[in-house]
């Protein structure tokens, strides 16, 4: 049985430690393993790389994806759908293992329809994919923007200063929140919970005036203010720092963590994660179990139908945003 395997969308750190092992699991199971480059732009284009044990030596303490990643336009259509079927055929791939976000997902949900035996493995560093309480990579960049807070909170502390600090998550904003309470922020404002600027202005004089002179406020990138609307120009985080610097003449800074928080080696948590969940996916490929996406509940694998997945429609715990401002004040 040959099994082809690729990475796409955002890369996220511990998607090597999940090629490691589904190549190791795989080849011990008798399987061949082939790598699929560019992830599904590289199936439309027929770009394979054999792997083996050796292959995929020295990359567990590697952020990004040896196979490389992309956000295939190309597999959108109907012609590169045909494309990435004909590569399977011509190539006597019999299953595919597929890392990726909610989008990937729905793609090897598609090809496991269209006869050809699939299993997802969620990764990305938002934290939004259907079917897992962590998805790969979200622990390392938790712990990036934990970093980054901690030192942006001594020379925020040592000014007496309003920082703003953008994270990434366009449509999630489990990074904002998660790392704004690990990193003790003043202030979450994430694209699931709109409030206005001149709420967010008040919070912050509200701090000024019990003493507390310094505060991070952690901006989602999909953050829209209340009253705003949808398309802004610049960013979520600039939008609100202009607003405090120029209606409530705060004089904060801005920092864009940006891609930074996508790089890195993995932490612990994210190469055990990515070596239990490639183990697991070659292992339900060769018994004949596809159509699933392998997650983590529980502290237990589990396989979710394919055809479930999506984006997590609720992710942000409600308690936890509240308990940030409760802890500010
Ligand atoms: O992978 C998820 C993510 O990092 C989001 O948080 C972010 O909005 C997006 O990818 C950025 O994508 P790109 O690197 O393609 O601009």
Known sequence: MRVGILTSGGDAPGMNAAIRAAVRCGTGLDLEMVGIRRGFAGLVDGDLIPLDNRTVGGIIEHGGTILRSARSEAFLTQAGRQSALDTVESSGLSGLVIIGGDGSLKGAHWLDTHGVPSIGIPASIDNDIYGTGMAIGTDTALNTVVESLNRIRDTAISHGRVFVVEVMGRTSGYIALMGGLAGGAEIVLIPEIPISLDRVATLVKQGQNKGKLHSII??????????????QNGSAGQAVNNFLN???????????????????????????????????????????????????????IIAVPLEKMGQKSENIDLQIYDLVYKIAS
Request: hydrophobic content about 35%.
């Open 218 to 231: 952690v901006v989602a990138e999909g953050f829209c203010p209340k009253g705003s609307p949808k398309e």
């Open 246 to 300: 120029e209606n409530k003449s705060i004089e904060p800074r801005l920092t864009i963590l940006g891609h930074l928080q996508r790089g890195g080696s993995p932490s612990a948590f994210d190469r055990i994660l990515g070596c239990r969940l490639g183990g697991k996916a070659v292992q339900l490929l060769k018994e004949g179990k596809a159509g699933v996406a392998v997650g983590l509940s529980r502290e237990k």
